[in-house]
Every structure is written in C-alpha cells, then in structure tokens.
C-alpha cells in the first residue's frame, strides 16, 4: 500500500532564508513519482515540483528544491529565499501503481518578516 | 483555455438528500480523481478513474459514488449514506505517465 507522511503540522521560517519540509513516503511499487504542491489560504493547489522515481538527480525549480533520498524513502522540499508570499499549506504527494495519487497530511508554513 | 472545471463552487445540502458535484476537463486528460478535504487537514482519496467506464475506490469512498461515462466528464455524488460530508471537495486531472495533476477550483459542500 501507499502512504505518504508529512510529520512537521507547521513551521515559521524568516524571510529570505531557507527552509526544508519534510516528507518520507511507502509504496512497494518500482516506477512512482514524487509531487509538493502549494494551497494558499483561497484553497487552489499549486504544483510545485515533480521527481521521478528513476530520475538520478534532485528535481529544481526556481527556488524549490527537491532532495530526494531513494534509500531512506523521503522526498524533502526545500525553499530558498523564503518570501512572504510563501505562507501556505505544502503537501507532498505520490503517484504509483493504476496512476493512484494520495497526499500527505500537509504542513502549514508561516514565513516571517 | 485547457483546464479543469468544478461546479457549483458552494453548495447546501439538507439531511438526507443526494448531492451531485460536477468536473469536467478539457486537457484530453486520461486519470481523474476526487478528494475530500476537512479544515486544516490533508488530501482524502475518494475515488479515482483511469479510463473511461472504469473507477478504483480509494481510501473513503463510504457514502459516494461516481461514474465515467465520458473522457472529460468525472461526477461525484454524495449519497445521504455519508453522514459527515460538510467538507470541501477537489477534483483533479493528470495525462499518461507520471505527470503533475491539475486541480479544479474546488466545492464546498454544506449540510444544513
């Protein structure tokens, strides 16, 4: 069976420095791929980052990061920079076996000035 | 523009009826899928669709139902078997392979 797991309910961090959200995740599958997605307080999901299960390097997009750890079974979000335009829910997700995607339980990010 | 539409946006519902939400894409997408959120909480799986006429239950599907009938077209219907459904619900859409979903606006859904 899948599961996703997101152990941190909230973090703050000061503007302009970096930030990690911590994700481990299950699945006996071999092919999977790995989400974070942003949810602002108006509810709309924002995708931020994808890793593949096979891809070798660390996923990056602009200021996210993806550090992915195959062995230890976690998928890490790393901010840089963080901007007050950063407060949001963060959710790491997984898709796996018949194309099912499940989320974790989230953490809310405060980011300070 | 391509995308992901759900309707209504807000929905009231009394005791004991049925309700149908409604998500429609126009990204020629093949899996669609259907979440519950609660406040302050994360993503519940109630129903997924790989291809049309077929649908796998995830992991809260007690008291919904969907159907397939249509590539674009993915309803949920909340049945007066679910006894707690004030919640907010997304739908959302993702092509072949292992790529990103993409989200409806969402409904939220309130018992009266």
């Known amino acids: 069976a899948q599961k996703i797991t997101q152990t941190q309910p909230g973090m703050f961090v000061q503007e302009k420095e970096a930030v990690t959200l911590d994700c481990t995740y299950d699945t006996s599958d071999q092919s999977y791929g790995l989400f974070w997605y942003k949810q602002p307080s108006s509810g709309e999901m924002i995708f931020l980052i994808y890793?593949?299960?096979?891809?070798?390097q660390n996923a990056t997009e602009g200021r996210y990061s993806l550090n992915f750890q195959k062995a230890r079974k976690s998928a890490n979000l790393v901010i840089s920079a963080s901007q007050l335009g950063d407060s949001a829910m963060y959710f790491c997700a997984m898709i796996g076996g018949y194309n099912k995607l499940i989320f974790g339980a989230g953490t809310r990010l405060a980011v300070h000035p | 523009d391509g995308g992901i539409t759900q309707s209504p946006k807000y929905l009231f519902r009394k005791e004991g009826q049925n309700v149908t939400l409604s998500c429609e894409q126009n990204?020629?997408?093949?899996?669609m899928y259907w979440y519950r959120q609660d406040p302050g909480q994360g993503l519940r799986l109630i129903y997924y669709?790989?291809?049309?006429?077929?649908?796998q239950k995830g992991d809260i599907a007690e008291g919904y139902s969907v159907s397939r009938e249509k590539k674009e077209s993915f309803p949920l219907t909340v049945t007066s078997a679910q006894k707690n459904p004030t919640a907010f619900y997304l739908c959302a859409s993702s092509g072949t392979g292992r790529t990103e979903a993409f989200f409806g606006q969402g409904t939220r859904l309130t018992v009266v």
């Open positions: 890793q593949g299960s096979y891809d070798e």
């Open positions: 990204l020629n997408h093949d899996a």
């Open positions: 669709s790989q291809i049309v006429n077929d649908f």
